[in-house]
Structures are given as structure tokens and as C-alpha cells.
């Protein structure tokens, strides 16, 4: 029996994660938080002192391969026995999480884990290239943007509702610096699938935006 995979794809910040989650508990489906797993690569090599460059691809790329990753039913995220949520959070988390995803043979070992997240009744899939080369038969493929400012804004209001101290001009130059590694690297760059849909998300709410993707997947069915 065929899934049913929704993608949602685009830039830092651009609100995938807060949008997935709410699709897909609105539905009843599971959630891939792939950046999640960049992350945990990122981190992982880092702790192991391995410098995150081509040069240790091959290395980074077996460690990846023997991450005890897992996601629990209430959404934390464990490396071994330790939840590893709140570690790989950081910007300069996702700053690695970005160099270590630019590495092929890293994309490569984490391909099977993502797999295995297709499960009934369905599957919300959030990240750079879900719909382009994780799910690329997806029924249905979202391309959410907001603009450089609005995500700046948005990353700092939400680090300093957690209590962590962030400059909105730094965040900005740091979301569009990660943006422009990710869409230019040579695997699996950050850019819409064909049959994606647009959706900017700049000025709508995030009710108004799980609403246009709950109405385009009804339009499906
Ligand atoms: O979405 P998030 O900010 O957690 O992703 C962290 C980084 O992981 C991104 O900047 C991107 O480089 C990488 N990533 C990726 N492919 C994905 C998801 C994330 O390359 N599907």
C-alpha cells in the first residue's frame, strides 16, 4: 500500500518545523524532522573531534552510519540513552548541521533512517530535499518561504521565548549565509521539486498557512 508523504521544503526559518507538526497532528500522521538528523551529524563529529570538512567525509560518514538515533512517540530525540533535543537546537548547531549536510556520503547514510519514517496512515516530511530526492513520488510537496527579515525575526523571538540571548541582525546574516551553502552545494541542493507548491508564509499566520496546505491536500484525495 502506498503512503501518503506530505513535504515541506524551504530556507532556515522559514516555520517548516512548526507547520509540519501541526499538519500532521491535525491529520494524525507522523512527523520527519530531517534537519534533526543533520544536526545529530553535525554534533555527533564535533564531540568525536572530527573536523567537519571533505577531507573527513568518509569518517563522518561511518560514525553517521553508527548513530544510535532515535524519536520517541512524544517527539524527543535520543542519541543512545541521552535526548539530545535541546543540544542541537543552537545556531551554531545548525551551522554544522549545514557543513556536515553538504558532505554526499554523509546524505547518503542517512537516507534508509528517513525511509523507515513511512509508516500508515501517513507521513509529514519536513526539511531541504524531501520532495526533490527523499519522497520524490509525494503526493504533495510544499515549498514554504518567508523573507530574510521575517524568519530573522521570528528564530530571535523564539531563542529569547526559550531564555537564549540572540542579536536578530547576526541571526539574519547567519540564516542567509546557511541558505546560500544549502541551495548551492552540489547534492540534494535546497530548491523547489518541479510539482512543488509556492507558499510564502511572510505575511499569513501559521493558521492560515496549515489551513492552505490542509486544503490543498483535501484537493488531493
Ligand atoms: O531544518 P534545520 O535548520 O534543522 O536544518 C539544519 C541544516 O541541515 C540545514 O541548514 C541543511 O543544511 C541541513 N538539511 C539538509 N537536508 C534536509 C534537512 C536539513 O541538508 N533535508
Known sequence: ERIPVICIDGPTASGKGTIAAEVAHRLGYGILDSGALYRIAGLAARRAGIEIDPAHEAEIAALVHRLPIRFTPAQQILLGDEDIGQAIRSEAAGM??????????????LVALQLDFQRLPGLVADGRDMGTVIFPTAPLKVYLIASAECRAARRHKQLI??????????????????????????????????DALLLDGSELSIEQVVEQVLQWWQERQ
Not at 554544522?96 to 547514510?109: F, G, I, K, T, Y
Not at 547567519?174 to 552540489?186: F, H, I, P, Q
Open 96 to 109: 554544522d548541521a549545514s557543513r556536515v549536510s553538504a558532505l554526499p556520503a554523509v546524505r547518503e547514510a
Open 161 to 194: 521565548s526559550k531564555g537564549i540571548s540572540a542579536n536578530i541582525t547576526a541571526l539574519r546574516a547567519d540564516l542567509e549565509a546557511r541558505d546560500a551553502r544549502d541551495m548551492s552545494r552540489s547534492v540534494a541542493p535546497l530548491k523547489p521539486a518541479p
